[in-house]
């Protein structure tokens, strides 16, 4: 739902309740095959993350951390880094707004040079 295009949909991570707390969680993205990634664009809903990364990797295993943010305050981030190269693209989040409902990230949007998609 983070990636369809509408902002009136939305991925949220699981609710964090007794044990089912963990202390980070994330959203990945394949692009398919390995891209050029300069930037991407996050569109937060009611809940938010406040520290997260974004990250890249050729094979989902092994992650290069491109852009960290330890003061989201929600709304729109339009996040541009040095150009890196990676089939998948992570948002993982160790901080939120809530601590009970965690993130909701109503668009994650990925680009490569010049801002097009890659």
């Given at each position: 739902m983070a990636v369809d295009g509408d902002l009136a949909t939305y991925w949220q991570v699981n609710k964090a309740t007794g044990n089912n707390n963990p202390t980070a969680e994330f959203i990945t993205v394949d692009l398919g095959s390995v891209?050029?990634?300069e930037g991407v664009i996050l569109e937060w809903?009611?809940?938010?993350?406040?520290?997260?990364d974004i990250?890249?990797?050729d094979?989902?295993?092994s992650w290069t951390t491109v852009y960290s943010n330890t003061a989201g305050d929600g709304?729109?981030?339009?996040?541009?880094?040095?150009?890196?190269?990676?089939?998948y693209v992570?948002?993982?989040?160790?901080?939120?707004s809530s601590a009970a409902w965690r993130a909701w990230l109503?668009?994650?949007e990925i680009y490569g040079a010049g801002g097009l998609p890659p």
């Open positions: 891209r050029s990634v809903g009611a809940n938010f993350a406040t520290v997260y990250m890249v990797s094979d989902n295993t709304g729109q981030d339009n996040i541009s880094f040095a150009a890196a190269n990676g089939r992570r948002m993982n989040s160790t901080g939120w109503n668009e994650f």
